[in-house]
Structure formats: C-alpha cells, structure tokens
C-alpha cells in the first residue's frame, strides 16, 4: 500500500497493526524534505471550495493524536486488537504533527514576531566587562600569558601561555547569558561548556593545584577533558558535581525543583552538604537534589540535552514548567495564572519565533493563546 493511503488511514483512525508498522518504517527511512511534499500532496490532493480541505485532515489530525496521545489501553482497530508501545505512539505524534504544523497550520498574524535567543553573553575579567556579541573571530582579551579567543560561531576560548602570571590565572571569571541568550567557553584545560539562558559561570582563567573548581546558576551542559589526578568539580548552590571525564548536564532553574544533573557519558559523582556518602551516577540516569534529599532515576537523556542541540523537546511535561522554558528563550512575561494544568508533548527547533512553538501546541491541543506585545496568557 503507498504511503498516501496508509497516511490517509492513520489520519482516519483505521490502520491495521501492520499498516502502521510500514509508516513508521517509511518515516524513517525517508527524508524530511520527501516527508513533506507526500503529506502535501496528501492535504492538497482534493480541496472543496467552501472549506480547505487541508484543515478538515488538520482538524482530525488534532483530535488523533490527542486520543492517541491520552490513550492508556490497547487500540482496536476493526475487530483487530493491538498495543502501540508508548514510544512508538509519541514518536509518531512528534513526526506527524511537526510536519503538519510546519506546512500548513495557520501562521500567527504578528507585526513583530518573537524572535528565538540567540549567541550572547557577558564576559567580566578583573573589573572589565566584555559583550560577547560580534560575530568576527578575533582576540578580545590578552593579560601576563593570558588570551581569550572570540570565534564568529558564538564562543570563546581560554589558553594560558608559558610564564603566565599565577595570581592573572587564579583570578575567577565571570560569564553571564541573559534571558534570551546562550554561549559556549572551552576553558583553558580544554573541557567545553554550554550555558543555557539566563546563566551564569565562574571560574578561573586557568587551573592550579589538583582539582579544577568552578560555580554555576542557571543550567549548562559540559564536555569535560579528562585529566585523571585532577577531578573536574562544579559547585550548584552548595552541591557538587565531581568528575575525570565525561559529558553531563546541570539545571538549577526554578522549575526544576532542585538541581538536576544528567548524566550522558562516563560517571559522576555527587556530595552535598551533611552528606557522608558519595552517590555514583550512571550513564542515561538523573539525580534531583532538593530539601528531601538526592534521588537517582532513569532517564532519556535526550530530553535533557535536547537545547543544546537547538531542540525544544517535551515528552509529558507539565504545560507551567514548558511555558517557563518558552519564556526563558523567547525573554517573554507569561500569565501563568491563565494556564492549564497538563501535561505537554512537543518537539521543535528552538531557533524558530516563538509563535510557530504556540502554533503547534494549539495544534495539538485546545489551548489558545494572546499575545500583547512581549506579555503571554491563554484565551478563555
């Protein structure tokens, strides 16, 4: 069967087990740009002239996934019974509906679209405040063996010469990113670090004696160099992060409830304040450190990390915590006293305006929302 059918089956509600194992497959295999034009034709292949017909298929489309998505038992299709696994059912929501938002759900009319953040920062060194926003490659600072790199692709990076002058090296750095705004540093040991919005680092401009200490607030994803007899630590708000050599990502956010650290590669450890016992996390586990104390559970990392490659990922997240992101990155007030209390599933590039985000989970849900200039609130 080809795929215009087997689509136009699934937007009906009556695909077969095996029909929508083929789907997902021909998902796969093809790219987005041919995904696109099939589901194009699709919407366009038979319009009626009192109501396109692309938004009768957006409208069914909505209200599928919104049973699929809140689906908890088996789907009968027919007289045939089947379980779509919980990962399978989202995965196709996430590439359906991301597809028909980008094509054909009504844009936002906006005059002045939100626009996404962008590579922006401050640097302070000794009393001197930098803006970390140009676009050319060039030395920004040089100081007894110090210098600092700017590269046009939003970061900077740390070397120390020989004959650097110690007190120039201890001497701690601060980088801040403001809301709206997201900056890569690799320090001067090599270990490279993603601050999200509204974030800040510090930390020396080289390292001495047998660890490497820094402090973050906010969030940050970190690549660390391996370097064996000196641990690499991060101090949040009082706890620490303790590794050799590995790639993790650390939040202290307000929504987070606590600071969460994920690990993606290698092993950390962490110690916290009236805490004897080191607690070892593994890779794809999460620990949450709050007044009640640390706990460690399994996770996919990919929702963690997914900023750090321009992605808005949201799988069952509460629609609060999703809008305290969104306004984060898109330096917007939100009204979250007009919000709905549920839960979120979305996926999309982050370096869109902020409107296509809304526009998708209007999509797929019945939430409208009001947008007077820079401030947000949900339609009643």
């Given amino acids: 069967m080809k795929f215009k059918a087997l689509y136009r089956k699934f937007l009906s509600n009556t695909i077969t087990k095996l029909e929508l194992e083929k789907l997902m497959e021909h998902f796969k295999n093809e790219s987005e740009a041919s995904l696109k034009h099939e589901i194009k034709e699709v919407f366009l292949s038979d319009q009626e002239q009192t109501k396109p017909k692309e938004q009768q298929h957006l409208e069914r489309l909505r209200l599928q996934i919104i049973r699929k998505i809140e689906q908890e038992q088996a789907i009968v299709v027919e007289s045939k019974r089947f ?41 302070e060194i000794n009393g001197k405040k930098i803006p970390l926003n140009d676009k050319r490659e060039s030395e920004i600072y ?80 970190f690549e660390v160099a391996h370097q064996p007899k000196r641990p690499f630590i991060v101090d949040i708000n009082g706890m620490q992060v303790k590794v050799l050599g590995t790639k993790f990502n650390v939040s202290n956010y307000p929504e987070d409830k606590g600071i969460k650290t994920t690990l993606l590669e290698g092993s950390v450890a962490i110690n916290y304040p009236g805490n004897i016992k080191t607690n070892l996390l593994k890779p794809n586990q999460q620990a949450l450190f709050n007044k009640g104390g640390l706990t460690i559970s399994d996770v996919n990392t990919e929702e963690s990390a997914a900023w750090t490659n321009n992605l808005f990922l949201f799988n069952n997240v ?20 007009s919000l709905p209390e549920r839960n979120l ?29 820079r401030k947000l609130s949900i339609e009643q």
């Fill in 345 to 373: 599933y979305v996926k999309i590039n982050r370096n869109v305006e902020m409107q296509k985000v809304l526009e998708m989970i209007s999509l797929t849900t019945d939430v409208k929302f009001k947008l007077e200039g």
């Fill in 142 to 221: 040089r100081q007894e063996g110090i210098s600092i790199i700017h590269h046009k692709n939003g970061s900077i990076t740390y070397h120390i010469n020989e004959g650097a002058d110690s007190t120039e090296i201890v001497a701690l750095q601060t980088i801040k990113t403001p809301r709206g705004g997201q900056y890569k540093v690799t320090l001067s040991d090599g270990t490279k670090v993603m601050l999200n919005s509204e974030s800040r680092l510090y930390f020396p401009a080289g390292f001495r004696g047998n660890t490497r200490s820094i402090k973050l607030d906010g969030e940050a994803y």
């Fill in 83 to 123: 379980v779509i696994p919980t990962y399978l059912r989202v995965a196709a929501v996430l590439v359906l509906v991301g597809l028909a938002a980008y094509l054909f759900y009504p844009k936002t009319q906006n005059i002045n679209p939100i626009e996404p953040g962008k590579n922006i920062a401050l640097l």
């Fill in 318 to 337: 509460p629609f609060e915590v999703v809008m305290q992101k969104l306004s984060r990155w898109y330096n917007i007030e939100v009204d979250y006293n």
